[in-house]
């Protein structure tokens, strides 16, 4: 018999698709450079020149069964080395490989960190507005995804709601930040504050409350923005990565799980990994990606362009009165709907060949996404029609 849940979801698409694929078609009757298309957050920026030197010099030079051969299950012993090398370098930290589990980009960090650290029933903790897919993320291991409503004031978390949420039945929060879709980055005081209340429910309940999170906007902060390391903070953390980003990597599937050394069980949570891989079919990401990265850690693709982009839509927008949260990370903002339904907004706003992502699938109402993951020439082409059509429409 086929299973139901898997057909219902067919009935769930992806908004974002949606509208990726409407742009699209509309791309094919008018020229897609005319259609602004601010649906999907697909990095913009090349690799760095230094990536793509290192793949050519191991497919010239090393051995063909090291690079697509299988990798250990756990990941390539020197590349979680190096990985952890540079965390420490970078962030202060006392991993070592032992801690490092690699990954199929950050979705396959997270949906082994969530294995690890729940149970079916259990509860998991997320904080509003969130990414969509954290619902099937969560859901389809047995947990239970429970979301906190926003602070819609500045897009930090919400204290008194995550409080009162903070159940005995819960045992991960998952975070996001540089956040997907606020563009907003969690302070130093939010991560203190929350870590300061896990730490007391820890106490309280008796049992421990894991971090899980997640960083693949890691890279993308913005000038003068505070952007503290979640795990520096917080003993009974995961950090979940992904190089899609920074290294303008998201086809490549790359990532790892980076497990706090002063976690509970964190000698093994790496293994405990690779055991999760055997019944989720994770086994192995490739070999030669994984020896590709490891050789360019600490190097990012060109990332300005992004915040030259937001801090063009950023004036125009707010000039035009719309109400914005200023980004303070990622490719993403996420304005304020001028008027209460963020669908009804979004769908007018295609008819100047504008795409929109309506709010209501982050967990909030009223809002949009912008993913501004596009060349700067076409950012300043679309000014005109957002001028038109809030002129017009508001």
Known sequence: MIVQKYKDMLQGKSV???LSEFAT???QEIGYENVFDFSLGNPSVPVPQEFTDVM?????????????????????????DKVAASLNKRFGMNYTGNHIFMTTG??????HAVRCVTE??????????YFPEYAPYINLTGAVLKVVSADTENFQINFEAFEEM???KVTAVLINT????SGIVYSTETIKELARIMEEKQRQYGHDIFLISDEPYREIVFAGVDAPYPSKFYDNSLSCYSFSKSLSLPGERIGYVAVNPKCTDADIISVMCSQISRGTGHNCPPSIIQLAVAEVLDLTSDL?????????LYKELTDLGLECVRPGGTFYMFPKSPEPDAAVFSEKAKKYDLILVPSDSFGVKGYFRIAYCIDTEKVERSLEAFRKFIREMY
């Open 106 to 111: 950050a979705a396959g960090a997270i949906a």
């Open 25 to 27: 078609a509309r791309g």
């Open 120 to 129: 079916p029933g259990d509860e998991v903790l997320t904080i509003a507005p």
């Open 304 to 312: 300005s362009v992004y915040e030259t982009n937001m801090n063009i």
């Open 16 to 18: 974002i698709r949606q």
């Open 56 to 80: 050519i010099k191991m497919l010239q030079e090393r051995n063909p069964m090291e690079l697509h051969g299988y990798s250990q299950s756990l990941g390539i012993p020197s590349v979680r």
């Open 178 to 181: 540089p956040n997907n879709p």
């Open 166 to 168: 903070l159940t005995e």
